[in-house]
């Protein structure tokens, strides 16, 4: 890390900064207790509530294979996937290697959505050519790099929300435009705002664990293996991995919708975990013949 070695200390306090990965090289520590529950593990709660987002983001792939949609779609929960491995390995050893595939794989992903929801033409086939893609990477590209030679937190957490809500906004922005009273704009409605509100709920959560660590300390070691109920982070880790699974099946719809057609796909919104399917089997089938599965 060159001239930034050792500049992120005092966010550790009085936190073990050593462990079975070796020296704690992360610019970040959390306020859960270091090596409190094994040897093995740096932060146990922080590290174990990312396997839900692993899973879930699995099965969001699973779903968009078994249901014949588009393989671009099942990046997106790919993506989710993979910011869960990464964030595991990164609370697991709070090595800097290991917080870069946790927070660059966040950049990616939604770069990735929101060049899927600037793709508003009619048919599924691309439409500014490699343009799209190319802007896309150079973004991806720019971010990792400056990031690599500014390993300032804040940074990331700036870039990541720009993105982040350009593509909420215009994800919302298409939504309204669907037509008045059709079904899909309700479902993509509900789902979008339960996902965002989850999503903001869970940032919420994490703050509170950021201002108040000290007294949630004093509460956990009180409590005693209740105390990992008040473990702030772990929330972000769970609402967020269930927000962006919303999110992402909402979008999908308002995708086809715009893209194929209001009336060929939909979800069940009651659902737990909503996935995209199509209304009946010939319209999987015209998507397929019509070389439209990428």
């Known amino acids: 890390m060159g001239a930034f070695d050792g500049a992120f200390d005092t966010l550790r306090g009085d936190q073990v900064s050593?462990?079975?990965?070796?020296?704690?090289?992360?610019?970040?520590d959390w306020c859960e207790n270091n090596y409190a529950h094994t040897p093995y593990i740096a932060e146990t709660v922080n590290t174990l509530t990312n396997l839900p987002s692993i899973l879930l983001g699995l099965y969001g792939f699973y779903a968009v294979v078994?249901?014949?949609?588009?393989?671009?779609?099942?990046?997106?929960y790919l993506g989710l996937s993979l910011i869960g491995?990464?964030?595991?390995?990164?609370?697991?050893?709070?090595?800097?290697?290991?917080?870069?595939?946790?927070?660059?794989?966040?950049?990616?992903?939604?770069?990735?959505?929101?060049?899927?929801?600037?793709?508003?033409?009619?048919?599924?086939?691309?439409?500014?050519?490699?343009?799209?893609?190319?802007?896309m990477v150079l973004w991806d590209v720019f971010v990792t790099t400056s990031y690599i030679?500014?390993?300032?937190?804040?940074?990331?957490?700036?870039?990541?929300?720009?993105?982040?809500?350009?593509?909420?906004?215009?994800?919302?922005?298409?939504a309204f435009k669907l037509p008045p009273n059709h079904p899909s704009k309700v479902k993509i409605g509900k789902t979008m705002a339960w996902g965002v509100v989850t999503f903001a709920v869970g940032f919420a959560i994490w703050n509170v664990d950021n201002l108040f660590c000290p007294q949630l300390r004093m509460i956990r070691e009180h409590v005693g293996p209740l105390g990992v109920f008040v473990?702030?982070?772990a929330y972000w880790h769970l609402m967020t991995g269930y927000g962006s699974f919303l999110i992402f099946t909402a979008s999908i719809l308002l995708h086809l919708c715009i893209k194929?057609?209001?009336?060929?796909?939909?979800?069940?919104?009651?659902?737990?975990?909503?996935?995209?399917?199509?209304?009946?089997?010939?319209?999987?089938?015209?998507?397929?013949?019509?070389?439209?599965?990428?």
Not at 71 to 76: L, M, P, V, Y
Not at 86 to 112: A, C, K, N, T
Not at 263 to 282: C, Q
Request: charged share 15%.
């Open 231 to 233: 473990e702030g982070h």
């Open 260 to 294: 194929v057609s209001p009336d060929a796909y939909t979800f069940d919104e009651k659902a737990f975990f909503p996935v995209v399917y199509p209304l009946h089997s010939i319209d999987r089938k015209k998507v397929k013949e019509n070389g439209h599965s990428r």
């Open 85 to 135: 491995i990464g964030s595991f390995g990164f609370h697991m050893s709070l090595r800097w290697e290991w917080q870069l595939m946790d927070e660059l794989p966040m950049i990616y992903v939604v770069s990735y959505a929101a060049f899927l929801i600037l793709e508003t033409s009619p048919g599924l086939k691309l439409r500014y050519g490699v343009l799209g893609p190319g802007i």
């Open 149 to 174: 030679y500014l390993p300032n937190p804040v940074y990331h957490q700036i870039a990541f929300a720009i993105i982040l809500i350009t593509t909420t906004a215009r994800t919302a922005y298409l």
């Open 18 to 28: 050593s462990g079975f990965w070796g020296e704690h090289t992360s610019t970040i």
């Open 66 to 76: 078994k249901n014949g949609l588009p393989t671009r779609f099942a990046f997106c």
